[in-house]
């Protein structure tokens, strides 16, 4: 079992910046593939970014590469996103997942973990 924990989300105005943070607990956490979804009002929920085990290989979404960043510190079991430049269309409940392989390589509904999802709201 893998406990995931959300924190971070918040309001800001477009052209803002959010850090989101994501605590991985339990047995073996730290060997999990990591990654970042997001599911926006009356809208399916999409993969953001992820990053494998070691850190090492990282993927975004087009709609947010160049301006998210993601990250993990290992020693501390926690997953990182770095959000600049944000617009309204960002504005979604954002979710950690950790799964045992990258999250690009299943269906979301088959992925393993997910935390309670922090919301972040970005204001015109």
């Known amino acids: 079992q893998v406990q995931l924990v959300e924190s971070g989300g918040g309001l800001v105005q477009a052209g803002g910046s959010l850090r989101l943070s994501c605590a991985a607990s339990?047995?073996?956490?730290?060997?999990?593939?990591l990654a970042w979804f997001r599911q926006g009002p009356e809208k399916e929920r999409e993969f953001v970014a992820g990053?494998?085990?070691?850190?090492?290989?990282?993927v975004y979404a087009d709609s947010v590469k160049d301006r998210f960043t993601i990250s993990r510190d290992t020693a501390k079991n926690t997953m990182y996103l770095e959000m600049n430049s944000l617009k309204p269309d960002d504005t979604a409940v954002y979710y950690c997942?950790?799964?045992?392989?990258?999250?690009?390589?299943?269906?979301?509904?088959?992925?393993?973990?997910w935390g309670q999802g922090t919301q972040v709201t970005v204001s015109s």
């Open positions: 990053i494998n085990f070691a850190g090492g290989s990282r």
């Open positions: 997942n950790a799964d045992a392989v990258f999250a690009t390589i299943k269906r979301i509904d088959e992925l393993d973990y």
């Open positions: 339990g047995r073996r956490a730290s060997n999990y593939a």
